[in-house]
């Protein structure tokens, strides 16, 4: 258990149509941690990621049963889903530049969320392209259409996004499957920054990802949590054998 | 006796190409294999060396070979080093290597000819078109020359019909013809009214579908769930596209000029032609909506952006040739229609003014109006005296005026297209 828990899943199932993609989930998230969650695909990792920001709304088929505590509120529950997604950044596994140019692309959100103030948009701008990397390289292009990027490029304009609303909590599910590895240790030295100002939720297909970045790991397996430790724990002393075949990469 | 040829393409012929003899199978394999054979040379670049083929003759007997060789081979001889296994597809590589493998295959007992029997060993180079190939070329000219002529075919008409409208048309086409009022019964005169009443009527109905029918698209596209009700609107959408135009006008009647009071009117007629085009931009409204990216909405959603801020910033701009192109498609449609106007507001003849301004707003929304669809019917079949050139001139008119609609649609879209971001 963690003293200061963050995200609180309580008993979480979800089941698409007749198919659960989770079954009864109990886990704590702690403030400012790096929490990886390792498994086999179709395993719920990223079904767990969207209860997070109720994203899992636009699933048609989803059904939901439990609690889901992010700082204290039953999310399941709220009425208001826009401010916690607004508290909730997400980075997806495909880049994806929104139609519209770089600086727009970081400015969505923020004016969407009423900040129209031309001075505080461009420094935040600014800010966010920094923290995700990327301002050296667009600093001379703002206005290039953000479809217009490398697909690395483009990963990390969606991070810089992702940062834009200053969120608390950072989702990232395999954000590295379609960047180049350079890159991914870019980010990753930026995840580690990061974590000195929000709690970061990793879920990763490579599991020495999890290993080089997470504080806490979880083990998904078929839809189930098998195991949460420290990452050094889990990864040397694993107590479920499931685990231990999964982390040497004896399955999955 | 064994008698080794290499022969250019009429290799089954009697006496074709440079020919050795040999006394055993195995000796004329070993003389392929020691580049004695004129097959090595390599004297004809780009064809390729001809086929080596190795023929059984019955001993003092006459020597014709049967059309398709007992063993067919391939090897590439320019290739060095050893490889493929004699197939068409992977050739051995180099006329050496072919002789081993033919001799391993001789001493297996797995080549044996008899007399007027044939063993062909073809050249074929990595990139030589298998006969597989050949056959794939020759499909594929033939499936686009079937299409190209189906295409041919649609445009013969169009064509034949313009030129021929305009042809018959060209004695009267003139700016008078179209400024000018019908007159003397419409025996003389212009098509200025009826031009004008199909303006507005197009104008009215455009006002009255293209907010209807876009919107509702955006909220079937955009916020309908996949449940009953939805099913039930999508129904009714394509049943309605698949009723006549003259039900429609039946429904005019009864649901404009009768239900709601609108008597027979320029209004009345427009609402009519405005239902008949509101299932088609319904359907270019979703279609066009469709075709922006899932991960866009997607990605807005994340961030905190609501079903509506979504649409207006990213779906919309993205979406919004498409969605005019089909409105304006459905205005070419609207101002060639004739029958849902016919009973709900179109008349044979009205008196208008000739001139000033009120000459270009002759008709209120609750007047009678004439329309080029229906002066056109008129002249063909209801008025006697009506030069053909009047009649063909009207229709020349009716078909440009679709015609620049529908260039101007195809303009927009271009414009639009080109500006389309991803």
């Known amino acids: ?252 | 006796m064994f008698r080794l040829r290499a022969c250019a393409h009429d290799c089954p012929g009697r006496n074709g190409g440079d020919t050795d003899s040999h006394a055993t199978l195995a000796d004329a394999i070993r003389a392929i294999g020691s580049g004695a054979s004129p097959a090595a040379d390599g004297s004809r670049p780009g064809a390729g060396p001809p086929p080596v083929e190795i023929l059984c003759c019955p001993r003092g007997g006459k020597c014709i070979p049967g059309k398709k060789p007992r063993h067919q081979f391939f090897v590439n001889a320019r290739a060095t080093g050893s490889g493929g296994d004699g197939s068409e597809l992977a050739p051995w590589w180099g006329l050496p290597t072919a002789a081993d493998e033919l001799l391993r295959l001789h001493r297996a007992g797995e080549l044996d000819l008899d007399a007027g029997q044939l063993l062909r060993l073809s050249h074929r180079e990595v990139f030589t078109a298998s006969s597989l190939e050949t056959w794939k070329k020759t499909k594929e000219t033939i499936a686009k020359y079937v299409f190209m002529t189906m295409a041919l075919v649609l445009v013969i008409p169009v064509v034949a019909i313009l030129a021929y409208i305009l042809v018959k048309a060209w004695p009267v086409l003139s700016p008078s013809f179209v400024l000018d009022n019908p007159r003397d019964f419409m025996t003389t005169g212009g098509i200025w009214a009826p031009l004008v009443g199909t303006f507005f009527l197009v104008l009215i109905s455009l006002l009255v579908a293209a907010p209807v029918g876009i919107l509702a698209g955006v909220y079937l596209n955009e916020y309908a769930r996949d449940n009953w009700f939805t099913r039930t609107i999508n129904l009714a959408v394509v049943n309605l596209a698949g009723v006549p135009s003259i039900v429609h006008a039946l429904f005019g009647v009864g649901a404009f000029v009768l239900f709601a009071g609108m008597g027979r009117s320029l209004l009345a007629a427009s609402c009519t032609l405005a239902v008949m085009t509101l299932p088609v931009i319904i359907t270019s409204t979703r279609e066009a909506l469709a075709a922006v990216p899932m991960s866009f909405r997607e990605a807005c959603w994340n961030m905190g952006a609501s079903r509506w801020q979504t649409i207006r910033t990213i779906v919309l701009p993205n979406s919004i040739s498409g969605i005019l192109t089909g409105v304006i498609l459905q205005v070419a449609r609207a101002a060639g229609e004739t029958a849902p106007i016919l009973f709900t507001g179109a008349v044979f003849f009205t008196p208008v003014p000739d001139h000033g301004l009120a000459s270009f707003v002759p008709y209120g929304l609750g007047d009678r109006c004439m329309a080029l669809s229906m002066h056109l019917f008129t002249l063909a079949t209801q008025v006697r005296g009506v030069s053909d050139e009047l009649q063909y001139g009207t229709a020349a008119v009716l078909i440009g005026l679709v015609l620049v609609v529908n260039s101007l649609s195809i303009g927009l879209r271009v414009y639009l297209r080109s500006r389309k971001r991803w």
């Open chain 1, 1 to 252: 258990m963690v003293m200061n828990a963050h995200i609180r899943f309580n008993n979480l199932s979800v089941v698409y149509g007749r198919k659960p993609a989770l079954r009864d989930v109990t886990l704590e998230i702690g403030k400012k941690e790096i929490f990886g969650i390792i498994g086999p695909a179709n395993s719920g990792k990223t079904t767990l990621l969207k209860c997070i920001n109720r994203t899992i709304d636009f699933v048609i088929s989803a059904r939901v049963q439990g609690e889901v505590f992010v700082g204290g509120e039953d999310v399941c529950r709220l009425r208001n889903v826009y401010a916690l997604r607004r508290r909730v950044g997400m980075v997806f596994p495909l880049p994806v530049g929104l139609p519209l140019s770089v600086y727009e692309n970081v400015a969505y959100a923020p004016r969407r969320a009423g900040m129209h103030d031309r001075h505080e948009l461009d420094a935040l701008v600014e800010k966010c392209l920094r923290q995700a990397m990327l301002w050296d390289e667009v600093k001379d292009r703002l206005d290039l259409l953000g479809t217009r990027l490398s697909g690395g490029q483009q990963q990390r304009l969606t991070l810089a996004r992702a940062l834009s609303h200053r969120p608390e909590i950072l989702c990232l599910d395999e954000f590295s499957i379609a960047i180049d590895p350079v890159t991914t240790m870019k980010i990753e030295d930026i995840l580690l920054e990061l974590k000195q100002e929000m709690t970061i939720v990793l879920v990763t297909n490579l599991v020495q990802q999890a290993r080089r970045l997470a504080d806490r790991t979880a083990f998904l397996s078929d839809s189930r949590l098998i195991e949460v430790d420290d990452t050094e724990t889990l990864f040397t002393r694993p107590a479920n054998r499931l685990t231990e075949r999964f982390v040497n990469g004896e399955f999955g």
